[in-house]
């Protein structure tokens, strides 16, 4: 098994056609040898997998911060979604408490500014452009408690609202590199000074950044590629259903749904990320899922649980011994199991992660691999993973409603 992560591929045959199937292997071998030669030197998405990144902050420049017990974080998109992520994956090892605003939700708001312990926290802003509306919106609601002592601004060193509110207010700024989209950026300032005041490592989660480019992880990641790639070609598959077995890993699942989402949905390509909370949905959409059309792909995530819950007295008679001494997890790798050899049985494709351990160096390593298999699948399906057109049409029209 894979020291952090254990990863299945169950996508047969009958989805691609295997002459092709060679040729894109080969061509995603290159691309990636070409990705790994120039991560030192290119500053794309890529660089912040590299040894020689430099981040545009230093620990010394927080520690006046640490006083506070609790942080608000003020973003969307990927200027939240991959510290919330980091929260809720080592939320064991976390003293202090984190709020995200990652949406425009007024009783949110009102129950946070009702708290008596605002004073005592930390606001950290975060907005690529610097001119993010919801953004701004949250910020301004908070405009009596924002201040030079109690904020950190991250946004890029641009003529922007935010860089200049920071410069008016003499407030901390920190800059977002311009060359790292949002969906991109949890490995950069974004998600590592969260990180810092999270009590995380941020050199624990650059660890193991670099392994699917090396040997059979390399294989495994090509593989992958490859099979997906041929799924999203095949233009019957719909949805992919992120099937997830572990409350931790939710929010890093929404990570993924943007990052999927958004990088691979353009031009008439791509598959919806739809999260499942399981086992839950066993009794709600399993039925579905199984016996409807054959439209879905399944990615299944489960976590090595290392607190265990016992069933140490049944209650409801011999019948129901079988799970006398058993432990909770059992009962959700069992329904596990038992969803895979369906899946199986019925040539429905899917991946499974098993998370081996709760720790930032598999967390670091999940999202390069989430990374690196969005990147290359948009390679070989021929759209830019990088943008995000039909976003930016209705930026432009919302401030057009709004003025």
Same mark, same amino acid.
């Given at each position: ?15 691609? $056609? ?119 919106? $949250? ?44 969906? /991109? ?46 799924? /999203? ?125 709760? $720790? ?21 399906? $021929? ?17 057009? /409603?709004?003025?």
């Amino acid at each position: 098994m894979n020291k952090n992560i254990y990863l299945r591929n169950g996508i047969s045959s009958n989805f691609f $056609n295997k002459k092709i199937y060679s040729k894109d292997k080969i061509r995603i071998n290159k691309i990636i040898n070409n990705i790994f030669d120039s991560l030192d030197v290119e500053k794309n998405a890529f660089h912040s997998f590299s040894k020689s990144f430099d981040f545009n902050f230093k620990n010394s420049q927080l520690t006046r911060f640490n006083k506070y017990k609790s942080v608000i974080l003020i973003g969307m998109g990927g200027s939240a979604l991959g510290a919330e992520a980091l929260y809720s994956f080592c939320k064991d090892k976390i003293k202090k408490k984190f709020f995200f605003f990652d949406n425009l939700d007024q009783f949110k708001i009102e129950s946070i500014k009702e708290n008596k312990n605002l004073k005592n926290s930390l606001f950290i802003i975060i907005s690529k452009s610097g001119n993010t509306l919801e953004t701004l919106i $949250n910020s301004n609601l908070f405009k009596d408690r924002i201040n030079k002592k109690n904020t950190i601004i991250i946004t890029e060193k641009k003529n922007n609202l935010l860089n200049k509110f920071a410069k008016n207010k003499k407030i901390l700024q920190i800059d977002h590199k311009d060359y790292i989209g949002g969906r /991109y950026s949890v490995l950069s300032e974004v998600g590592m000074v969260p990180a810092y005041f999270m009590g995380l490592k941020k050199n624990y989660f650059r660890k193991n950044l670099l392994a699917f480019f090396k040997s059979k992880k390399k294989t495994l990641l090509i593989n992958n590629v490859v099979k997906l790639a041929h799924i /999203y070609n095949f233009k019957k598959i719909n949805s992919i259903i992120l099937l997830n077995y572990a409350p931790e890993v939710n929010d890093f699942l929404y990570w993924c749904q943007q990052l999927i989402a958004e990088s691979l949905g353009k031009k008439g390509n791509g598959i919806l990320p739809v999260i499942s909370p399981a086992p839950r949905d066993h009794h709600s959409l399993l039925q579905l899922y199984l016996d409807g059309p054959k439209d879905k792909l399944f990615y299944i995530f489960s976590l090595n649980v290392r607190k265990k819950m016992k069933i140490n007295k049944n209650v409801f008679g011999k019948t129901f011994n079988f799970v006398e001494s058993k432990d909770l997890s059992k009962a959700k790798e069992a329904q596990k199991n038992a969803l895979i050899h369906v899946l199986k049985k019925k040539n429905i494709p899917y991946q499974e992660f098993f998370i081996n351990k709760r $720790n930032e160096e598999t967390l670091g390593e999940l999202f390069s691999y989430f990374i690196m298999e969005t990147v290359l699948i948009g390679r070989l399906i $021929n759209v830019n993973p990088f943008d995000q057109p039909a976003v930016e049409e209705v930026k432009f029209l919302t401030k057009k /409603y709004l003025s």
